[in-house]
T-cell receptor
């Protein structure tokens, strides 16, 4: 079974440029997460989707970040414009969460390492 | 919101030594607890989890963790480490449908 797929694996851009990350979750997983991991830190949740609905985006900096999960499968995360402080690893994870079940194991992709110059 | 504390960010030990990584969390409600591991060049993967039942949880590769509710702790242990256990270990706590990670422990096992 294929795991969570992310692309690109690495991205280097200049500040003020836009950038987008793509995630394909594990087939059948209804819940999708985007995390940001800064150097020396643990991942921090940006947004959580249940199917196509964003149910927790309170930690997403909405002035420059946006995300979508059309058709409840693939997802994209966009930054426009990027700032120097956005340099980090952006992780996508997916999970199968049943009705009334608060949480389950999350499966992580390899991440996209973003460098903003 | 919940928070997770992991101490001793860098741990260096020799093969066959015992390993214990501390994890403390702050959250007053029901929690689900996880330890994730990231081997060099690989992605995060689940080591073990606790949802309910026996507070002593066995995971993969000989790891175990004990949930002590009164201490808000979920410490990870392995009695005898191997060189292949060199990795970064993250404790994570799910409360209120949000997973919060600690800063991680970078563990280096010297052959």
């Amino acid at each position: 079974e294929a795991g969570v797929v992310q692309s690109p694996r690495y991205k280097i851009i200049e500040k003020k440029q836009p950038v987008a990350f793509w995630c394909n979750p594990i087939s059948g997983h209804n819940t999708l997460y985007w995390y940001r991991q800064n150097l020396g830190q643990g991942p921090e949740l940006l947004i959580r989707y249940e199917n196509e609905e964003a149910v927790d985006d309170s930690q997403l900096p909405k002035d420059r970040f946006s995300a979508e999960r059309l058709k409840g499968v693939d997802s994209t995360l966009k930054i426009q414009p990027a700032e120097l402080g956005d340099s980090a690893v952006y992780l996508c994870a997916s999970s199968l969460v049943g009705p009334g079940q608060g949480a389950n194991e999350q499966f992580f992709g390899p991440g996209t390492r973003l460098t903003v110059l | 919101a919940q928070s997770v504390s992991q101490h001793n960010h860098h741990v260096i030990l020799s093969e066959a030594a015992s390993l214990e990584l501390g994890c403390n969390y702050s959250y007053g409600g029901t929690v689900n607890l996880f330890w994730y591991v990231q081997y060099p060049g690989q992605h995060l993967q689940l080591l073990l989890k606790y949802f309910s039942g026996d507070p002593l949880v066995k995971g993969i590769k000989g790891f175990e963790a004990e949930f002590i509710k009164s201490k808000f702790s979920f410490n990870l242990r392995k009695p005898s480490v191997q060189w292949s256990d060199t990795a970064e270990y993250f404790c994570a706590v799910n409360g209120n449908n949000r997973l919060a990670f600690g800063k991680g422990n970078q563990v280096v096992v010297i052959p």
